[in-house]
């Protein structure tokens, strides 16, 4: 479904992304581990379209993506759920998850289903982003990229600074979307166990290379968690 190969990206002068080359597939959670500066981040705005490849290939069910911009990406079915959220504090919660529709006709509706992965949504419906929990504008960030439908969905940290009642809702969400066979999932994540319990296929990232891989129930034996610690 998504298929990279040998993508390498440059801040300036220094080489953030070395040769990386993998697949994920639909109906699977493929985690990516990192510690802090190894490149993650980089890698899933490089899959966006947010900061530009410079040798390599990007393609979603077959087709060369790596040369088009965000919102092409977006048509064709990539959804992307930022590091720190992104959410607009401004704007209402019913008008941030119609950004998420943006590219559609202006009568696509919000889909209902929004509001059953994640009710709060619906309470909230009428309240501006920033009046949120950082909990719950993590559920908005993820209802907006679901909003518009995607075959691949890629979230960046969506544990980061959320309280553990949240983070367990999010992680049930997430297994549920997988389960359905719909759509690939890319998760960059720095919080090991909720890496280890969604993944299906795991790489580690050190210093912009991939120097582990192999499938989620294999993390454990093959000693993941200490790779990260190191
Ligand atoms: N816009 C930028 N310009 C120059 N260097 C950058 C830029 N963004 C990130 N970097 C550098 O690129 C490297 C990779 O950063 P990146 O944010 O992708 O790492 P990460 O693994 O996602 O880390 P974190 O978990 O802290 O988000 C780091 O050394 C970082 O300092």
Known sequence: ????????????????????????????VTVILGRNGVGKTTLLKSLMGVV????????????????ERPYERVKRGVGYVPQGREIF????VEDNLRMGLAYKSGSTPIPPET?????????????????????????????????????????DEPTEG????????????IRMLAD????AIVLVEQYYDFAEELADQYLVMERGEI????????????GVRELMSI
């Open 115 to 155: 509001f059953e992965l994640f009710p709060v949504l619906k309470q909230m419906i009428n309240r501006r982003g920033g009046d949120l929990s950082g909990g719950q504008q993590q559920q908005l960030a993820i209802g907006r990229a679901l909003a518009a439908g995607p075959k691949l969905l890629i979230l």
């Open 211 to 222: 120097i582990a891989r192999g499938r989620g129930s294999e993390m454990q034996a093959n």
């Open 180 to 183: 359905r066979k719909t759509m």
């Open 162 to 173: 959320i309280q553990p009642s949240i983070i367990k809702d999010i992680g049930r969400v």
């Open 52 to 67: 530009p490849i410079k040798t390599g290939s990007i393609k979603l069910d077959g087709q060369e993506m790596g040369k």
């Open 89 to 92: 504090g401004r704007l209402t």
């Open 1 to 28: 479904m998504l298929n990279v190969e040998g993508l390498n990206q440059y801040y300036g002068g220094s080489h953030i992304l070395r040769n990386l080359s993998f697949e994920a597939k639909i109906g699977e």
